[in-house]
């Protein structure tokens, strides 16, 4: 790609990119959420067009218009948000808009038969014919890739792959990776996880406001020299310094005995003011569905919750909030936020009685005036209060969410991948906030899939499996190896 | 709002104005003047204002990203039920009306509050289960009238149905007077407005279409308003279904279950709410039914044929919902 440009209404989203990649290479590109890397590679395959700049395959100039172009072309995009279709089996999924046909119908066991060879060609061993909805997420991913592949691909882009995966699923699609790159495949990999760099990348391109800052071989640079590029500036240290919590900090949360509906497992833990507990595990291991039921947002088949020692009704999201629980979920987009609605909107959604005056009507004055405090307390990127929230970036809608939560006074927030998809400048300052929280006496659950997160953020961790609390860490015993031995189920 | 935004914004208000002054002055001019006689636009406020009435309430439910098609048969259901209950009570004269209309709204809502449960406890399509309180509301409008529109004994309703408001005022003005029916649209068009646009209630059925998960999340009793919005969509159909009893002194079982389901969607559709859900306006769906009714105003001082006038009608439709497509997707790009 030479000399690419790329201009929205009011933001110029790329100005002269240029990059290569060789066959058999993966080229890591990096960059904060808005440096312009999910826009570069929409413009590769052929999602968006440039508005300056060429695209060159193989030293020939090619156009790219639509997304069928680009597959022509062979450059398979596996995108962060899943392209499946839920209802369809593995092999219909792997082979959709590429259907084999024998007389103008669906040949389906040709169907099953390329399917099977992409699975062979990466090693896979995936249930067949099932629909993809049954699969887990790690799973859904892995079909992603073979869908890809199946178009004969020789060029890969992977946006943030690893994203929604266990360790042990990452360390399967790395083998695929590497995999790919000894067949003489090119793969572009996005990504925010620095840890995964040094394992895969042969070279790293780090983007910064549309252009590219460096481009150099992996090796030669480190992890520090990355982020400095990155952000313009030297982070110091990754994770803020804990407050200790006070020795007679008072319970805040109190869990007992609950167990989810269709489960046989149940969960006690407490969490004191000024604390932050950590829930580690892998994907599907029930961290989630333990902080839904703590949240009303499923019913719980049995067990209580409590609320400095009172009792609260479960299974309602209202009493919850009433009793001052703030729920950050997980996937901002699906149930944070109402993207067609504004910041605002959004900001007040859950406390709205608060803004109704005597006369029954929202003030929106008051809501814009305490929109703005938020904006400026968490200085969330937007250009004001009625911009749309669809129109943000991914770290600016979580900031929204955050802002949603803060706006009432929440004693407990369970947070559930806080930091999911999002850059490293937005992610410091989450970490910050949620320190800020704590030292005002906020009792804090954390749900994370990264670990180095999971063991920087929290005072004590509880490891999970099965739905139940398979191990309890205090901060200085919470080790990577020890964590990771309980949440495989490789130690007790 | 971005700048391209704002200036998409008002190049359609633009665009939007000089065609319609455009179309008025070209059939205007055809039809030597009739087109803007003051009683020719009291007459399309009163031949859109049923079909407005009920998009109004439909709105509420797409804007939820659900569908009511049940208004056609409630408006039935409702006149004949108002019909058969001023026949059989003692009462005269405003405390008759009153007590009518209370009945027809209590109907309307009930059948509202049938069509949402399904939807609420078992998460069932509104497709279905509107459709079927279509088929049962206008069985049940038959089995009460034995099939026979009820005629009113009592003239206490001619006022509401035919009658007009500031009669003195608008004589004095040499201004045509503005029918009682018109003056009920208008209000439920205030009301549903601030309703929607200034309410909690109003912010929550945005927050239901527009990502139903995220509403529950925070709070919202999701149920709860989607019960209500069926419930307004049902009120808005007795009222209607009132309006057309006090038109014809009679309650049918045929009234409302011809054009005024599909005309109504349409009204809301070209007014710019959104099918999908999360968007729209009870102000466009206004526009939209006024459009639709300025139309077939036009085309009949024109004379065009009256098969001819329901394909000019869909193909304006279709253009409608194209054109906003078009305009979003240039917002999008």
Redesign the interface.
Known sequence: MRGIGKSFPGVRALSDVSLTLEAGEVLVLVGENGAGKSTLMRILAGALQADEGEILINGSVVRIGTPQEAQRLGIGMIYQEFTLVPQLTVPANVTLGAEPTRAGLIDASAGRARTRAVFDELGLELPFDVPVSRLSVGQQQLVEIAKALATSARIIVMDEPTAALSDREIERLFTIVRRLRAAGTGIVYISHRMEELGRIADRVLVMRDGRVVTQRAASELTTDEIIAAMVGRRLESHFPELPPVAPDAPVRLGVRDLRRAGFSTDVSFSVRAGEIVGLAGLIGAGRTGIVRAVAGADAPARGEVRIDGTAIATGRVGAAIAAGIAFITEDRKAQGLVLGMTVRENVTLAHLADFVDRDLLVDMARERTATHRLIDELQIRTPGTEQLARNLSGGTQQKVVLAKWLLGEARVFLFDEPTRGIDVGAKSEIYRLMVELARRGAAIVMVSSDLPEVLGMSHRVLVIRGSRIAAEFTRAEATPDRVIAVATGAAA | ?????RLSYWLRIAAAVVLFVVLVAIVDASSRGAFLEPSNIVRVLRQITYNCILGVGQTFVIITSGIDLSVGSLVALTGVVAALFANSVHLSGFPLIAATLAVCLAVGAAAGWVNALPVVKLNLPPFITTLAMLEMAVGAAFILSHGRPIALQSTAFQNTGIGSFFGGVTTALHLPNVPIPVIWMLVVIGVAS?LLT???FG??V??IG??E?????????VGRVKTAVYMISGACAAIVGFLYMALFSAGSPQTGTGDELLESIAAVVVGGTSLMG??GSVIGTFFGALLIGVLYNAMNLLNVDSYLQKVLLGAVILLAVVLDELRKRYLAR
Do not use: D, P, S
């Not at chain 2, 709002?1 to 935004?5: D, S």
């Not at chain 2, 998960?213 to 009793?221: D, H, Q, V, W, Y």
């Open positions: 709002m971005n700048e391209r935004g601030v200034r309410t909690r912010r929550y945005f927050a527009g990502n998960e995220a509403a529950r999340l925070a709070g919202i009793n999360g968007r």
